[in-house]
């Protein structure tokens, strides 16, 4: 499996921007970037994905370097209800695996 | 759609006792997973079906897991015989097959093994 690596943990203040870096050296040139969030006591859930260009959708932004070998997700506008555990993962064809990912903490 | 369907929503049985967790995977997804959550490994996948064949076991950690997918609409993990250190959350969690499509989880079963 294609490996990536985050940090452990982000702060943010509410209302202000967080910028998730995310790792992924040994990417393939098939491999989608995707990224899940886990919110307090529940399941993961899908925020963006993407492959060569940079992506946006109601969520967040989606960042890829030209060589893809990095990537960071934004949050424009940290709220409360932002505060997760944020996991960037490669997606091939099917296989969906998880790495530790990074929690974020909002200040209010 | 209502989503992926997991029960039950939580379990608790005995050390020894046969537990089996079930998922009805979102209509027209044909890749099922299987996850396991702790605070000591993260969310680690036990295994995972493309068109309800299994593709990958290798997560599986012992013989005394077992997963089937016996239609596209129905899976069940089941784990006989139990041992306390199987507590945890299960997630179930399906997509369409292939690398650009969003996965959809499931609630969880949070199992307690005494």
């Known amino acids: 499996d294609a490996k990536t690596t985050q940090p452990n943990s982000m702060e943010s203040n509410e209302e202000e921007p967080v910028h998730l870096p995310c790792n992924h050296s040994?990417?393939?040139?098939?491999?989608?970037i995707h990224w899940y969030r886990q919110l307090p006591s529940q399941g993961p859930e899908y925020v963006i994905h993407g492959l060569t260009s940079n992506v946006n959708n109601r969520m967040a932004s989606l960042a890829i370097a030209e060589d893809r070998k990095s990537s960071t997700l934004i949050l424009h506008r940290a709220t409360l209800r932002d505060a997760a555990v944020y996991y960037c993962i490669l997606r091939d064809v099917d296989k969906l695996s998880f790495g530790a990912g990074t929690t974020v903490t909002v200040r209010a | 759609d209502a989503g992926v369907i997991q029960s039950p929503r939580h379990e608790v049985t005995e050390m020894g006792q046969e537990v089996t967790l079930r998922c009805k995977p979102i209509?027209?997804?044909?890749?099922l997973f299987w996850y396991r959550q702790t605070m000591m490994r993260g969310l680690e996948l036990l295994i995972y079906f493309n068109n309800n064949v299994p593709i990958d076991d290798s997560g599986m950690p012992e013989d005394r897991f077992s997963a089937k997918m016996p239609n596209a609409s129905f899976s069940t993990l089941k784990i006989q015989p139990s041992e306390p250190r199987d507590s945890a959350v299960y997630f179930c969690?399906?997509?369409?097959?292939?690398?650009?499509?969003?996965?959809?989880f499931g609630q969880g079963t949070r199992l307690t093994v005494v």
């Open positions: 040994t990417i393939s040139g098939t491999d989608y």
């Open positions: 209509s027209g997804h044909n890749s």
């Open positions: 969690a399906s997509s369409p097959l292939a690398g650009s499509t969003e996965a959809f």
